[in-house]
Nanobody, 122 residues
Framework: QAQLVESGGGLVQAGGSLRLSCAAS????????MGWFRQAPGNEREFVAA????????YIADSVKGRFTISRDNAKNTVYLQMNSLKPEDTAVYYC???????????????WGQGTQVTVSS
């Protein structure tokens, strides 16, 4: 059974940093693109960042560009989201996902984690 497990969420003050991790197990995700999405209460799930299987391509949403960085370690089957200069509007549940396409849409991804809460206080 393929599984993605996020960790690293929590409560942080505005201006602070967090690093989210997503550990993959159950199948080989090294050939999969990986993405991060987030969903705030009452909002649709939105794209945050994506990285190709080889790390040759990365995409960052305009809303977090310059503050968030995505990376992966295929030897550890883990993808990371480094979040700096956090703002209250970054508060959401963050989900990692795996798919065959390094895309911006939820439909591009086949496997999803359960999510980790990030709360940024002002």
């Amino acid at each position: 059974q393929a599984q993605l497990v996020e960790s690293g969420g929590g409560l942080v003050q505005a201006g602070g940093s967090l690093r989210l991790s997503c550990a993959a197990s159950g199948r080989t995700f090294r050939s999969y693109a990986m993405g991060w999405f987030r969903q705030a209460p009452g909002n649709e799930r939105e794209f945050v960042a994506a990285i190709s299987w080889s790390s040759s391509s990365t995409y960052i949403a305009d809303s977090v560009k310059g503050r968030f960085t995505i990376s992966r370690d295929n030897a550890k089957n883990t993808v990371y989201l480094q979040m700096n200069s956090l703002k209250p509007e970054d508060t959401a549940v963050y989900y990692c996902a795996a798919g065959r396409v390094t895309g911006w849409s939820t439909g591009d991804y086949d496997y999803w984690g359960q999510g980790t809460q990030v709360t940024v206080s002002s």
